[in-house]
């Protein structure tokens, strides 16, 4: 079953496009809502620094997990039904998130979050790759950067409003209007299309690959708790790489896989995916943790926080327009990746030189660097993905940039809160004599958030030393990541394959 060839104009273009970008605009919205309501959470919860990280990572790991299976369902049964059934299990889900009555429950609805918001990224994707062509395919893919752009700007700000005059719940019941409105705009506007060649799912894939993944983010969590030679993580880790050599297996052996390996022999498709992986690891895990410390470390209210994150956010929405109108008809998609991970790891480096300074007019110059790099990256990182991939398996082709997008946030939340957890560690054993367990319970307070020191000045500022410390390491090491990611893009991504769009244009048809 195909879609129409026939082009879309005027309203019903507009339509189509909203009806593809406001899902990711949830998605997105919703991630940076609640990263400022964290301490929130963790307060009215009494949650430690590891179900903080469930929090966000129960998310990020179902919608990471569920990515390229939602893509094999879209290509299978419609991009238009799934879509539209995302919406409504995202729209349910965020329900039980406000109502839960504890972080188990929270963290489980987190999780059914994440598999609607999988069908929702990777149906909205596939759609957009399949109604838009040639240079209007590059157009849309701006459009859709500068929702996501917007939903990352108001997010932070919506999110400290609500919470500090709301409660945190209403960071997840804000989602229940929207997303009726946007099931019913879905079934009335969207024409079905599908791929005609996907015929079986890849069930051992999919099994495999979310196994895989789900194991490796525990042993990273649960490493910072019980030690990382403890039996339980070694065979977390060892199950992990077993089972992802299968899925490799089953991938080869599969005759209409739910990853074809055969595109990543494309030295391009490989950086561009570095580039994706990275960008998403090292700059987007920062929505969820600087606005923790703005709020335990500076001391700002949760509407405080959201504010301070406007300057990586703003540019997030304004970049993607900029870059639609005057860089991508001159510069080739490896100029542009290179440009945006140089300026985000700038940032980075910028920001952890100064963190420990305790002053937010010191982080204002490399946040701004963040966003400036991020708002080039935002949109760039998928259409230089998607366009080594053929439009009949658009479904894929988006479940795999998604997959590699929020597998980074993932892996990098789980690996700089390990960085995070170790540095407090280290810092507060040297700084605070004492019990091996005293240490270990400030540890985890800290690392959540927790700076009282149980009341004593003298603790307290040790407290603050560590969890800045702490975050310089992860600043800085994020921004070492984007350097040499930065390089394997310039050396893996060829600039005849990622010509500027213009010079498609004269190629490519315009559906």
């Known amino acids: ?31 940076n809502i609640v990263a400022v309501s964290l301490p929130s959470i963790a307060h009215s919860m ?6 903080i990280e469930w929090v966000i990572s129960a998310y990020t790991l179902s919608f990471a997990s569920f990515l390229l299976p939602a893509g094999a369902l879209a290509d299978r049964f419609g991009r238009k039904k799934m879509l539209a059934w995302g919406l409504a299990i995202f729209t349910l889900a965020s329900l039980i998130c406000g109502a839960a009555p504890n972080v188990d429950v929270l963290n489980l609805a987190r999780g059914l979050q994440g598999i609607g918001a999988a069908l929702q990224l990777s149906a909205a994707l596939a ?51 929207i997303g ?7 079934l009335k506007t969207l024409d079905e299309s599908s791929d005609p060649d996907a ?74 995916s570095i580039a994706t992986l990275v960008f998403a690891g090292a700059l987007l895990t920062m929505l969820s943790y600087l606005p923790i410390f703005f709020q335990s470390g500076l001391g700002y209210s949760p509407q405080g926080a959201g504010l301070l994150m406007l300057p990586i ?56 660097l963040m966003g400036i790099g991020a708002g080039i990256l935002n949109g760039e990182t998928a259409k230089v993905s998607m366009s080594a991939i053929p439009p009949e398996r658009a479904g894929m082709a988006s479940g795999v940039s998604g997959t590699i997008r929020f597998s980074g946030i993932v892996l990098g939340f789980a690996v700089l809160g390990a960085l995070l957890v170790n540095r407090i560690g280290s810092y507060v054993a040297a700084n605070l004599p004492g019990s091996a367990e005293d240490v270990n319970t400030l540890v985890r307070a800290i690392a959540s958030g927790d700076l009282s020191g149980g009341g004593s000045a003298s603790v307290r500022e040790i407290a603050l030393q560590s969890f800045s410390h702490g975050y ?36 490519a048809p315009v559906e």
């Not at 870059?323 to 940032?347: C, D, F, K, P």
């Open 127 to 177: 759609t957009l790759s399949q109604v838009f062509r040639g240079a209007a395919r590059a157009s849309a893919f701006a459009f859709w950067g500068a929702v996501i752009g917007i939903a990352v700007s108001l997010g932070p700000v919506i999110g400290g409003f609500i919470t500090e005059h709301f409660g945190w719940e209403w960071a997840f019941y804000i989602n229940i209007p």
């Open 313 to 368: 956010a703003v540019p997030l929405f304004i970049v993607p327009r900029l870059v639609a109108a005057h860089l991508i008809h001159r510069y080739s998609g490896r100029a542009l990746l290179v440009l945006g991970l140089l300026i985000v790891s700038a940032g980075l480096l910028w920001v952890g030189a100064e963190i420990t300074d305790l002053s937010f007019t010191k982080l204002l110059g490399g946040m701004l």
């Open 46 to 51: 009494d949650a430690n620094f590891a179900d």
């Open 180 to 186: 009726v409105v946007m099931v019913a705009t879905v």
């Open 472 to 507: 310089q390491l992860i600043l800085l090491g994020a921004g070492g990541f984007a350097l040499l990611a930065a390089l394997l893009t310039w050396v893996l991504v060829r600039s005849e394959d990622t010509a500027p769009s213009s010079a498609h244009a004269a190629h």
């Open 199 to 272: 015929r079986k799912l890849d069930i051992l894939g999919a099994v495999t690959f979310s196994s895989s993944l789900f194991l490796v983010t525990l042993a990273l969590i649960s490493g910072n708790h019980e030690g990382w030679g403890s039996l339980p993580v070694i065979v977390e880790f060892a199950a992990s790489a077993v089972l992802f050599i299968v899925f490799l297996l089953a991938e080869i052996y599969q005759k209409r896989p739910m990853l074809d390996l055969s595109f990543f022999r494309s030295s391009t498709y490989v950086g561009a």
């Open 1 to 31: 079953m195909q879609s129409s060839d026939a082009s879309p104009s005027g309203m019903h273009r507009l339509l189509i496009l909203l009806c593809v970008s406001i899902p990711s605009f949830m998605i997105n919205l919703d991630s």
